[in-house]
């Protein structure tokens, strides 16, 4: 009986209106500065290792990737290099473009020229712009994280790996007529 | 005495006094609270879409900065949320177009030649005057262009074309995060 009455003494209601009164002027606040749709922008935040070997092609240029879309045969990868020029074709899967083989043949370009971050992109009049949104995707980065390319840091003077494939996306064709 | 408790116990029988149970409301807020602090942003300008656009959708993380947007919906062009040209069926309408080039639209390309001048002026005015603000964005050549997912490279062109003609040649194309 004594035991009883000893536990009654300890309850308690705990007093939740300042926290409510918190809360209700913390949601306004909250609620101005939500984004509810977020929208990012395509562009390229990039490593100092990475931003210095960008300047240094720009400067010095040593191949030139471009890559040619059109909706009735694909891709066309092609890589100049002084006076060779490779072409590497992804044609068009089941009708519809195959955006696993454009970023397997951009890894194999990359592997292979390590050093050049730009890609001149050359679409057809007719390419939806959300495809061409999604190809930029591919471009930009190696979604296999255990594929990196090595660039130099010269500012330290040692091998850097790096994600990044073309983040430097140029639409080489707007000028044409 | 006998008088005080003939009071409280009217009162008592009537029940007009209750305490409020606020408990469940503070779980309501508490989840509010959390589901507005995952979408709060901290990017220095709110880039949205505009009625009726369907914004590509990327994997790009890169916060929009601030600069000049342009909007390309399916009625019409947009700077600023002021229409400059309009478009039917996915095309520029005639009279926008510049008869002797067919990529180039002229009401768009007046206007931002028109910005940029202005914004151009009053960076010239900021070295003397630091109180004078400007657009850094503008004066760099940047532009945010926010298009419909649904319009071709032959239109979107265009637009591309006209602004780097009126020197914006920094384009940043805007999209929602998802993949």
């Given at each position: 009986?004594?035991?009883?009455?000893?536990?009654?003494?300890?309850?308690?209601?705990?007093?939740?209106?300042?926290?409510?009164?918190?809360?209700?002027?913390?949601?306004?606040?909250?609620?101005?500065?939500?984004?509810?749709?977020?929208?990012?922008?395509?562009?390229?935040?990039?490593?100092?290792?990475?931003?210095?070997?960008?300047?240094?092609?720009?400067?010095?240029?040593?191949?030139?990737?471009?890559?040619?879309?059109?909706?009735?045969?694909?891709?066309?990868?092609?890589?100049?290099?002084?006076?060779?020029?490779?072409?590497?074709?992804?044609?068009?899967?089941?009708?519809?473009?195959?955006?696993?083989?454009?970023?397997?043949?951009?890894?194999?370009?990359?592997?292979?020229?390590?050093?050049?971050?730009?890609?001149?992109?050359?679409?057809?009049?007719?390419?939806?712009?959300?495809?061409?949104?999604?190809?930029?995707?591919?471009?930009?980065?190696?979604?296999?994280?255990?594929?990196?390319?090595?660039?130099?840091?010269?500012?330290?003077?040692?091998?850097?790996?790096?994600?990044?494939?073309?983040?430097?996306?140029?639409?080489?064709?707007?000028?044409?007529? | 005495?006998?008088?005080?408790?003939?009071?409280?116990?009217?009162?008592?029988?009537?029940?007009?006094?209750?305490?409020?149970?606020?408990?469940?409301?503070?779980?309501?807020?508490?989840?509010?609270?959390?589901?507005?602090?995952?979408?709060?942003?901290?990017?220095?300008?709110?880039?949205?879409?505009?009625?009726?656009?369907?914004?590509?959708?990327?994997g790009a993380q890169t916060n929009p900065t601030l600069t000049l947007q342009v909007s390309l919906t399916k009625k019409d062009l947009k700077i600023e949320q002021r229409s400059i040209a309009s478009l039917e069926n996915q095309n520029f309408v005639k009279q926008d177009i510049d008869p002797n080039d067919s990529n180039f639209i002229l009401p768009l390309f007046k206007e931002l030649e028109k910005i940029?001048?202005?914004?151009?002026?009053?960076?010239?005015?900021?070295?003397?005057?630091?109180?004078?603000?400007?657009?850094?964005?503008?004066?760099?050549?940047?532009?945010?262009?926010?298009?419909?997912?649904?319009?071709?490279?032959?239109?979107?062109?265009?637009?591309?074309?006209?602004?780097?003609?009126?020197?914006?040649?920094?384009?940043?194309?805007?999209?929602?995060?998802?993949?």
């Open positions: 009986m004594a035991y009883k009455k000893k536990h009654a003494n300890h309850e308690f209601e705990l007093d939740l209106a300042p926290l409510l009164s918190v809360m209700v002027k913390l949601v306004p606040v909250l609620l101005l500065s939500s984004a509810f749709v977020q929208v990012m922008v395509i562009e390229t935040d990039l490593p100092q290792a990475v931003k210095e070997a960008i300047q240094q092609q720009q400067e010095n240029p040593t191949a030139n990737i471009q890559l040619a879309i059109d909706s009735k045969s694909g891709f066309q990868v092609i890589i100049q290099k002084g006076q060779n020029q490779t072409v590497e074709k992804v044609p068009l899967k089941d009708g519809a473009w195959d955006l696993k083989g454009l970023h397997l043949a951009l890894q194999k370009v990359k592997s292979k020229n390590p050093e050049v971050f730009r890609i001149e992109f050359s679409p057809s009049a007719d390419v939806p712009y959300r495809d061409i949104v999604l190809m930029m995707d591919e471009a930009r980065q190696s979604k296999d994280k255990k594929i990196k390319f090595p660039i130099t840091d010269k500012k330290e003077n040692r091998q850097v790996l790096t994600d990044f494939m073309f983040p430097d996306v140029v639409f080489t064709n707007v000028m044409d007529g | 005495m006998a008088r005080r408790r003939k009071r409280y116990d009217v009162g008592h029988r009537g029940n007009t006094t209750f305490g409020l149970n606020i408990t469940s409301m503070t779980d309501m807020f508490t989840i509010l609270l959390v589901f507005l602090l995952q979408t709060y942003s901290t990017a220095e300008i709110q880039v949205s879409p505009d009625e009726g656009q369907s914004l590509p959708l990327s940029a001048k202005e914004e151009e002026a009053k960076a010239k005015a900021a070295e003397t005057d630091p109180t004078v603000k400007f657009n850094k964005g503008v004066v760099e050549g940047k532009i945010i262009l926010k298009a419909d997912s649904s319009f071709d490279y032959g239109t979107l062109r265009k637009v591309m074309y006209t602004a780097s003609m009126a020197g914006f040649p920094k384009l940043k194309l805007a999209t929602v995060i998802g993949e």
